[in-house]
């Protein structure tokens, strides 16, 4: 019988495409969510690409009654991948505790039914955030956090304090969190992928819109940084191969090859790209103009940050395989997708 595995926030960005990968490899994907900040239709289109709907369960995990009542309901599930977590950092600085609430609560709600039902597994969606502007690049995994700029940041911070002091009181818990650098991209098919609601943070979801015209000109934040062009570098990742990365864990979890019961991985390229070279390489790829205009740095940036991704390579035998050009030929096809676009 195939292993289930529940996705929280598997109707999202990063999930939807860890949901697609996880059945490609044979596993039974439960999703739970509220759709707070995706869509039902998510589903259907997951159901396109791969021919199987995943079950699904519409309820916050902060709710621990709810989440016990799923456990019960559902007394098979092997490991869990929780992405479910509010996620923008704005917005985080105006409403810290909806923040902390939300992201904080649900993770030991989750913990909490793992100890109560027997549920061994758990893969965290973490980030880079937690090391903020480091002194060194690479970034390595013994490389320290740092205080973060943001509440969003911190609760990042705190669930991986939560998971570690919980798995050491818990011999027979194993988690992994995964600090992703900069996911972007979507799925070859153009069926999923990111879809911000509001004006986009994040700066490939704005290009795309901007080649869309759904809004007049990027506006690149600050080009008197310290690197070769003056804007800022980060390492961006495509989501499908990210997606793989939670595949990987979660095997790792599932065949008890993990060294630690609490380990963290980088997942990143490797490669830092400035924000200028990413709109050069975005118009190449797909012919698109773009109107850019270069204003202020943006308050809480960090100039550079880019994966040393030996560890994550050599230890969960996973690589990032996509060049950016791929992907942000796939990130343009899913926009066009959605408007409509030939
Ligand atoms: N950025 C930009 N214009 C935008 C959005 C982002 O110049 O409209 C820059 C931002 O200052 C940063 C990089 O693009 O240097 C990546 O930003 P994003 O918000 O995507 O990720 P993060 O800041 O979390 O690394």
Redesign the pocket.
């Known amino acids: 019988m195939s292993k289930q595995i529940l996705v929280t926030g598997g109707t999202g960005y990063i999930g939807s495409h860890t949901v697609v990968e996880l059945q490609k490899e044979g596993f039974d994907v439960v999703i739970v969510d509220n759709l707070s900040n995706s869509r039902i239709e998510v589903l259907d289109n997951i159901e396109k690409i791969t021919g199987i709907r995943p079950a699904f369960e519409q309820f916050d995990l902060a709710e621990r009654d709810k989440t016990d009542a799923f456990f019960q309901k559902y007394p098979n599930i092997e490991a869990i991948i929780h992405f479910a977590a509010h996620k923008a950092?704005g917005e985080s600085v105006g409403k810290p505790l909806m923040y902390y609430r939300n992201n904080l609560v649900s993770l030991m709600n989750l913990l909490e039914c793992m100890k109560k039902y027997d549920v061994a597994n758990m893969v965290f969606s973490s980030s880079c955030t937690v090391y903020g502007q480091p002194a060194t690049l690479p970034v390595t995994e013994s490389t320290p956090r740092q205080e973060a700029e943001s509440p969003y940041g911190n609760t990042k911070a705190i669930c991986e304090d939560i998971m570690r002091d919980f798995c050491k009181a818990t011999d027979s818990l194993n988690c992994i969190a995964l600090r992703y650098f900069?996911p972007i991209g979507a799925h070859e098919s153009g069926l999923i992928g990111e879809f911000p609601v509001g004006i986009p943070?994040?700066?490939?979801p704005?290009i795309t819109q901007t080649a869309a015209g759904l809004r007049d000109e990027?506006?690149?934040?600050?080009d008197d940084y310290n690197t070769a062009d003056g804007t800022?570098i980060?390492d961006y990742i495509n989501v499908v191969d990210l997606s793989k990365a939670h595949v990987v864990a979660i095997n790792r979890l599932l065949n008890n090859k993990n060294k630690k019961n609490y380990e963290y991985f980088n997942v990143g390229t490797g490669n830092g790209y400035s924000?200028m070279q990413l709109v050069k390489t975005f118009i190449e790829v797909t012919g698109v103009q773009l109107k850019y205009q270069v204003v202020e740095r943006?308050t809480g940036?960090i100039e550079k940050i880019y994966a040393d991704t030996s560890i994550a390579n050599n230890e969960l035998g996973w690589h990032a395989e996509k060049s950016l050009e791929e992907t942000l030929a796939t990130a343009w096809n899913w926009e066009k997708n959605v408007r409509n676009i030939d």
């Open positions: 950092v900069n943070n994040n700066l490939v704005f990027l506006k690149i934040f600050g800022a980060r924000v943006r940036d």
